[in-house]
């Protein structure tokens, strides 16, 4: 999508995609990664999920990345905590205790500046961008992080019925795009009670192995 349009959904409090508690899927599903204590999870297209509370909450460090900066130091404020801001390049680093945040575009993130991590959880990131995009958008994700693990949620509806976002990513696109250079396993999918802005979809969450 435009940049501008996702400024515009902040700057207006448009954020109807926020939700108020960590998501089910990643409760549920969080230790399909492994993980060690301490271990650096990658948010890409963060926003000011509460799942990075969460996750800061399990004692878990967390990096993200997001293309507004008025979510960043909503964050923040969330948090109570203060972030020393630096510049990587066109970016503005956020950092404070356990918790490292890029503002700005994604794609001008570089391996250097990231740094290390141990697993990608990719919520809302693939979901929020039209399909002319997922496929260097994947492409980038795996090389930004250097084909970590990710857990990834999708969903999947009637394309017809509705316009994203976020966007129907069926199960043949997630395969499309991360089959030749992860294992791919859905770990649960689910029918959205109620749907999503009222017509049929379910949400499925994916394990992302390197091969």
């Given amino acids: 999508m435009e940049h501008e349009f996702w400024h515009r959904k902040w700057s207006d409090n448009d954020i109807g995609f926020h939700s108020a508690a960590p998501h089910p899927l990643l409760l549920r599903h969080l230790a399909a990664l492994?993980?060690?204590?301490g271990a650096r999870v990658?948010?890409?297209?963060?926003?000011?999920?509460?799942?990075?509370?969460?996750l800061l909450q399990q004692g878990?460090?967390?990096?993200?990345?997001?293309?507004?900066?008025?979510?960043?130091?909503?964050?923040?404020?969330?948090?109570?905590?203060?972030?020393?801001?630096?510049?990587?390049?066109?970016?503005?680093?956020?950092?404070?205790?356990?918790?490292?945040?890029?503002a700005g575009n994604i794609f001008d993130l570089d391996r250097d500046a990231l740094g290390p991590v141990d697993a990608v959880y990719d919520r809302?990131?693939?979901?929020?961008?039209?399909?002319?995009?997922?496929?260097?958008?994947?492409?980038?994700?795996?090389?930004?992080t250097h084909h970590a693990r990710q857990l990834l949620i999708s969903f999947d509806y009637d394309p017809a019925l509705m316009a994203g976002p976020p966007f129907s990513v069926p199960e043949h696109e997630v395969r499309?795009?991360?089959?030749?250079?992860?294992?791919?396993s859905r770990l649960e999918r689910?029918?959205?009670?109620?749907?999503?802005?009222?017509?049929?979809?379910?949400e499925d969450a994916w394990l992302l192995e390197p091969r």
């Fill in 34 to 37: 492994g993980l060690h204590p």
């Fill in 190 to 202: 689910v029918a959205l009670k109620g749907g999503l802005k009222g017509h049929p979809a379910h």
């Fill in 124 to 144: 809302a990131a693939l979901v929020a961008l039209p399909e002319a995009m997922r496929g260097e958008y994947t492409a980038h994700l795996a090389a930004l």
């Fill in 60 to 102: 878990y460090r967390v990096a993200g990345a997001e293309l507004s900066r008025l979510a960043v130091e909503q964050l923040f404020a969330e948090l109570n905590l203060t972030p020393a801001i630096t510049y990587e390049g066109t970016l503005e680093r956020f950092e404070a205790e356990a918790i490292t945040v890029f």
């Fill in 42 to 54: 990658f948010l890409p297209l963060c926003g000011k999920s509460l799942d990075i509370h969460w």
């Fill in 176 to 184: 499309r795009h991360y089959g030749g250079a992860y294992h791919v």
